[in-house]
C-alpha cells in the first residue's frame, strides 16, 4: 500500500488505541470495530480486530488506514467469536508499514493475539536477548517483543506468563492480549497510558461481560458501563468466570501522562474522575487569570482549542466566534496537492472568516504548539484577513524535550520552545504576544497533583531512570537487529 501523508498538523502525535472484551453471546467482533471507531482519534494509521470462539483458532483483519476503511461489513462478519481485541495505531516505534499494524499475532509456545499502546524504552536490549534465543520477528516495533515473550513464555496461564514478563518491561505499555478463550490486560507500574475497565450487560438475560479500553469514550458508544481504570502494575484477566485481578510489583511513583487532559484524550473521555471537556474549559480561565489581555474577540484553533477557548472567553467575559472553519473531511490519506497548491496547503484544513476577524484584537487559542509551522502560518492567515491584533494563548506549557514514552514528537531540535524564551518564540510566529499555561495551572485545572504525574515534555523530569539514553522511534530498524 502506498505511504500515507501525514496530516497538516504539527502539534504532537497520537499514540494508539487498545480495546478487549470477553463476551459469549455477543458480536464481539461489531463490540470491538464500534469502540474502535471512538478510539479513532488515538492512531489513523492502521487498525485491526483479532476474535475467536472460545477455544478455537484467532482470526485477525489489519490493515493501514483508518477503521472504516479497514473494515466493511463482509470483513466484520467473518470475525466470529467469543472474545476479542482492537487496535488503532499511530506509529512510535517502528514505521507505518504493513507489518507493523496490530493485533500483532505470534504463534510459539501458545498463540496469542496482541495490541499496544505505549513505547518500550528496554526495547532494544530484549530483542538483542530473544535474538540470541533465536526468536524471530516479523515486525520492527517493540509490541512484538512482548508478544514475543509472552508467546514464548512455559507458563501454563497466559495470565501467569504476564505477571512474569511484566517485571522484565521497562517504559509505557497499556495492553490488551488475547489466547483462544482468555483476554488479559495489563499497565506499566508507571500507569504512564491509559487503560480503562467497563461491563457490558445483556439487555435479555442480565448477564454481564466485560471489557477494556483506553478510554471512557469507547464505552459510550458500545453502551458498556464504565467501571474504573486499570491500575498501574494490574494484571486485568477476562474469561468465562468474570474478571480475576492481580498486581505485579509497583513502581516508585505513578506517572500518568499529562498530556493525556490536555490533548490526546477525547474531551468526553473521564480521566481522574473528571471529563475533559470541562478540564479543558478550566485551562481557558486560567489562562486568562495568568495573562489577561485587552481584546475584542476569542478565536479557537478548532477542535483542539475549542474548550480551552470557551473557557477563557467565559472568565474574560469577551465574544467567542469561530475565526475560522474547519474542513472535517481531511483524512490522513488525501491525494497529494501540486506544486501550486500545495502553497495554499493548510487551508485543506482550515479557511479563515475575514468578515468575523478584520479589524479585531483576537485572543487566539490553541492547545500546544511543536514545531511552530502551523501555528505561524495561522497567524498569517489571521494577518491576511485583516486582523489588527493576534495574541496566542495556549492550554500547555511550552513543550522542550521529547517524548519516549509513545507520543510521537519532534527531536528537541525542532521544538520551537528549544532553547527561545517565550517573547522570542512570539516574534517568531507573527504574534502581538504569547502565554502558555504554566504547569502548576494544568494541574489546577484537572485538579491532579503532580507527584502522579508524568510531564517530562515540559519539564525534562523523565520519571524512569535510564529514558535519555532511548534510541527513539526507528530503534529496531537498525540493519543488525533486523537481521
Ligand atoms: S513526556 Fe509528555 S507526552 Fe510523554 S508521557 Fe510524559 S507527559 Fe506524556
Redesign the pocket.
Known sequence: MAPLVTEHRDG?RDECGVFGIYAPGHDVARVAYFALFALQHRGQESAGIASAPRGRDIMTIRDQGLVAQVFDEHKLRTLVGDLAIGHVRYSTTGSSDWENTQPIVRNDRRTLALAHNGNLINAVELHSELREDDVAFSSTSDSEIIAALLATHPASRVEDAVAEVLPRLRG?FSTVVMTEDTVVAFRDPYG?RPLVLGMLEDAETGQAAYCVASESCAFDLIGAKYLREVLPGEIVTLTEGGVKTRMVGGAERR?F????YIYFARPDSKMAGTVLQVARARMGEILWREAPVSADLVIPVPDSGNPAARGLARAAGLPQDDGFIKNRYVARTFIQPGQELRRHGLRLKFNPLPEVVAGKRLIVVDDSIVRGNTTRQIVQMLRDAGAAEIHLRISAPPIK?P?????D?SSREEMIAHGRTVSEIAEELGADSLHYLSLSGVYEAVGVSREE??????SGD?PLAGTEDHRGKYALELPLLRA
Not at 517524548?403 to 507520543?407: L, S, T
Not at 504525574?453 to 515540559?458: E, I, T
Open positions: 504532537p509505557a504512564l506517572a501522562c499529562v498530556f493525556e524535550h517524548c519516549h514514552y509513545g507520543i514528537m504525574h508524568c510531564d517530562a515534555c515540559f523523565y
